[in-house]
């Protein structure tokens, strides 16, 4: 068993499924020594988070701007102290913020797992090459959580 204290994992992307809640719940019934981290996750309060605290704004594009400043200073954060990032990309939405968090993840060297149906491969070809893993579910995350800590298969 390697365990090196405990490790920092970063959960970004879709916010419309429990799939946070799989993989922690499946971390922690193994024991393995895991914080997640991850963005805000109330889709209403990240949409106006930055005119709530900066001031009102007539223009959805300017709303829009000072929602992703004030977003992103949480996301690069949290992504530059984590260990590993994991980005799970949705059917129902499209996640740019999830693509973005991949290039922050990748510009700065953090191993990446990425997680999608099989249905978005195409879509995904370029964030799926820079990941070192790419699964379709949170179990499979999990089992290379549990083996890159533990050795574990």
Excluded at 7 to 35: F, T
Excluded at 99 to 109: M, Q, V
Excluded at 145 to 153: M, R
Aim: aromatic share 8%; proline share 3%; with cysteine.
């Amino acid at each position: 068993m390697m365990s090196l204290n405990s490790w920092k994992v970063y959960l970004s992307g879709e916010i419309h499924s429990d799939w946070r809640q799989e993989i922690n719940v499946g971390c922690s019934a193994i024991d393995l020594p895991i914080m997640f981290l991850s963005p805000v996750t109330n889709h209403e309060a990240s949409d106006d988070c930055g005119v709530e605290i900066l001031g009102a704004e007539e223009n959805d594009f300017w709303k829009d701007q000072k929602g992703a400043g004030v977003n992103a200073i949480r996301t690069r954060t949290l992504i530059a102290k984590s260990d590993i990032i994991v980005i799970k990309f949705g059917e129902k939405f499209r996640q740019w913020n999830a693509a973005f968090d991949a290039g922050i993840a990748s510009a700065l060297g953090k191993p990446m797992i990425i997680m999608h149906s099989e249905n978005l491969t195409h879509a995904l070809k370029e964030i799926d090459n820079a990941a070192l893993a790419v699964t379709e579910n949170p179990k499979q995350v999990v089992r290379i959580l549990n083996y890159a800590i533990n050795g574990n298969l």
